[in-house]
């Protein structure tokens, strides 16, 4: 994204307050209510010094009435204008997260191999919530303090024009100081968010990582990481407060020279014959009240900064164009022909090959299985068929048609996905089996799902059967459980093309037996993808594919490839004998007794 200079992201910005202008209108009304009391302070003063100078202590009743309106209407100011503001606020964070977590969902698959989560996560909550700052909290002190030093300085006009005019000379020079502070802010603010980002990113991983973190022993290196970017971010903090803590004295002493300057000329004999001992006491007191406006004023430059940082760094993310759905073909369903032709694909970071040359032609209701080593292309592969990768070369059709013709929505309407890593969410086994679009499945459908993936099986012995909660990632659940849950969410879907990713990969060889049994009966009729690194559970596929380097080097069902002697059958046998070694390691005692 190119860079948008200040009044463009900040305008932006504002589109996000111009929704709630009511409010927004009430907080104004709220703060000019709250300026005019400071007003009408320097003016009792005024009126209280003159009723006293000349003797008239008869008005002390309405004098004693004025402090209570005064304060009265100020608290009714300071109300309106705090309430309406804040209401302003919390919807402008809202609508503000709201729009970057939808883009994110969005967000094409290599945007999440380039950022970390811990980075994301940190925009969603720290930068949207710096973004006010600069949307609203800046807006609250500008008004507020805006209207009140133009009260006292239109009252002050009033008093003694020549006076007051020396207030304009200082404008200029505080104006070169704030704007230096607020460069160097902005520049800071960065940081600091990038920092927050590091920090989250290092806990995140330490966290979801704590078993591997303590068996192997990195205790003392993840908290010596995470010391060192919270170190970062408190000195960018300390930066920041640097910066703001010498702007601020800087500004405040000349608005005192000012007002020393103006004490000192206004006791000049001639100027104290043309205004009365209120007048007189009544602009000094004016004069020294404008001096907290003015200093919260020139804060404002820091509150800006720091919610244009942020918000440059939320729209970079709202920017960055989204998954490429161009496809108008919506159909219901699909047949599951798939024809792959002269695919080859390589990712942008490094631009090496990952897939060569790649064609098949797959019939609907057929199961192909890919095997080969890590790193060969059978993930990217199958994460074509859903479009979470283009392709950079060729071409794949569904039923005859391209898939960048199909709507994204549409297309993932047919595919059924089983992952190795299993993803589970903070919820009870029925909805994760029932997920999304599946929501609103009937119940005798989810337990249907679960019988058929032997998830019923464990689910029996749980105090609120399928109404059990998993925890995070399904954290309370085993990986054989968990990974249960994931075929029966792929079976209530029940689309025309499954995907294996080492869908049994999480389970012991009993719960095998049993999820393959479930697995055979569920691919009956559908085009199956297997991804596997366990041959025993591929040798009914229709065909396997041996991939190398990102290329087909050898297909054929099960027998053809061991008849070959190639590659599969070499793998075959090294998988049988480790099989065979595990057996006969087993003592005579542990091995059932011959019948």
Not at 258 to 272: C, G, K, N, R, S
Not at 477 to 483: A, D, F, T, V
């Amino acid at each position: 994204m190119k860079k948008d200079n200040s009044v463009q992201v900040y305008l932006r910005l504002l589109k996000y307050v111009k929704k709630y202008w009511p409010a927004f209108l009430v907080s104004v009304v709220g703060f000019a209510i709250y300026a005019g009391s400071q007003t009408a302070a320097a003016k009792w003063l005024e009126a209280f010094v003159d009723t006293v100078g000349s003797g008239q202590l008869d008005n002390r009743g309405m004098l004693a009435l004025a402090v209570l309106g005064i304060f009265f209407i100020r608290g009714l100011g300071t109300f309106l204008g705090n309430y309406g503001l804040s209401y302003v606020a919390r919807f402008v964070v809202h609508d503000l997260r709201t729009d970057l977590f939808k883009h994110l969902l969005l967000l094409p698959s290599s945007y999440f191999h380039k950022h970390s989560s811990g980075e994301l996560l940190a925009k969603l909550t720290y930068n949207v919530e710096q973004v006010t700052g600069a949307a609203t909290n800046a807006l609250k002190v500008a008004i507020r303090e805006g209207l009140t030093v133009l009260g006292l300085f239109g009252y002050m006009l009033y008093l003694n024009w020549q006076l007051t005019l020396l207030f304009l000379v200082v404008g200029p020079v505080v104006g070169v100081v704030v704007g230096f502070a607020a460069r160097r802010m902005r520049g800071i603010s960065r940081h600091v968010q990038k920092s927050v980002g590091n920090i989250t990113a290092s806990a995140s991983e330490a966290i979801k990582g704590y078993q591997v973190v303590r068996i192997f022993g990195a205790t003392d290196l993840e908290i010596d990481r995470f010391t060192k970017v919270s170190q970062q971010n408190r000195r960018q903090v300390m930066k920041m407060v640097v910066t703001q803590s010498v702007t601020t004295p800087l500004v405040q002493m000349m608005v005192a020279g000012v007002i020393a300057l103006m004490t000192f000329l206004a006791m000049d004999p001639e100027l104290i014959k043309e205004m009365t001992t209120g007048q007189f006491i009544a602009f000094i007191s004016a004069a020294a009240l404008m001096a907290k406006p003015v200093r919260s004023l020139t804060e404002i430059s820091s509150m800006v900064q720091q919610g244009l940082a942020a918000s440059e760094s939320v729209f970079e993310v709202v920017d960055t164009p989204p998954e490429k759905d161009t496809g108008l073909h919506d159909p219901e369903t699909v047949k599951g022909a798939l024809e792959i032709k002269n695919v080859g694909f390589s990712y942008e970071v490094d631009g090496n090959k990952v897939l060569d040359n790649i064609n098949l032609n797959i019939q609907p209701g057929e199961t192909i299985a890919l095997v080969g080593k890590s790193g060969s292309g059978k993930s990217t592969l199958a994460g074509m068929l859903p479009r979470f990768y283009d392709v950079t070369e060729g071409e794949i059709l569904l039923d005859g048609e391209n898939i960048q013709t199909y709507k994204l929505t549409s297309l993932r309407r047919q595919i059924a996905l089983v992952n190795q890593q299993v993803i589970l969410f903070n919820g009870t086994i029925a909805e994760n089996i029932a997920y999304g679009s599946m929501a609103n499945c009937p119940r005798e459908a989810i337990e249907a799902a679960a019988e058929a993936a032997h998830v019923a099986e464990f689910v029996q012995h749980l105090p609120d059967g399928l109404d059990t909660l998993v925890g995070e990632n399904g954290a309370l659940l085993s990986g054989g459980q968990r990974q249960r849950i994931a075929i029966a969410r792929a079976i209530l879907k029940d689309a025309p093309i499954l995907i294996l990713d080492e869908a049994t990969s999480a389970l012991d060889t009993e719960s095998e037996r049993h999820i393959q049994d479930a697995l055979d009966n569920v691919m009956q009729g559908r085009t199956t993808l297997v991804i596997a690194h366990r041959l025993s559970t591929i040798e009914k596929a229709d065909r396997i594919l041996v991939m190398e380097a990102g290329r087909i080097v050898e297909q054929g069902s099960h027998a053809q490839l061991l008849q070959h002697n190639g590659i599969y059958a070499n793998l075959h046998r090294l998988q049988f004998s480790e099989v065979a070694v595990d057996h006969d390691s087993v003592s005579p005692s542990e091995q059932e007794p011959s019948k």
